[in-house]
């Protein structure tokens, strides 16, 4: 909502942008089939998802666009081939990026065991990272959920 609030300040007019954070299912409905309601963008679940395109289809003759952020498993596939060190970047910037607190984060990482077998384990876990309080500039991985995460 502030980011909204900082943008209505910089000069786009409320009467463009609005933020909405209705949890009932009819609440999203009445909002949905509204007329002026020319796209929506929606970070959830895949069912919730699918309810808005049924109703944007349902309530509007034409076509309203829909960015749809509903996560996923995303997959990165790296043969025998792949340049370790490489790999260890690519890696750790696609699923640590923003603390892995996005749709398209890294979630599985399937290689070759041969491509490791020369490899110490300290190596490996060696990713150039840092942990710590996300105010601090130093900082690329700031607070999750809890200690695991």
Known sequence: MRCVE??????IPET?????????QSDRATLIADPRVAGVAFTGSTETAQFINRQLAQHHQAIVPLIAETGGQNV???DSSALLEQLVQDVIVSAFNSAG?????LRVLLCSRKSLENHSHADRRHAGISHGRS????TDIGPVIDQAA
């Open 6 to 11: 900082l943008l209505h300040l910089a000069g």
């Open 16 to 24: 463009v942008l609005q933020f909405f954070t209705g949890k009932r």
């Open 76 to 78: 990165m596939i790296a």
């Open 101 to 105: 607190q996005r749709c398209s984060a």
């Open 135 to 138: 105010r601090c500039y130093h």
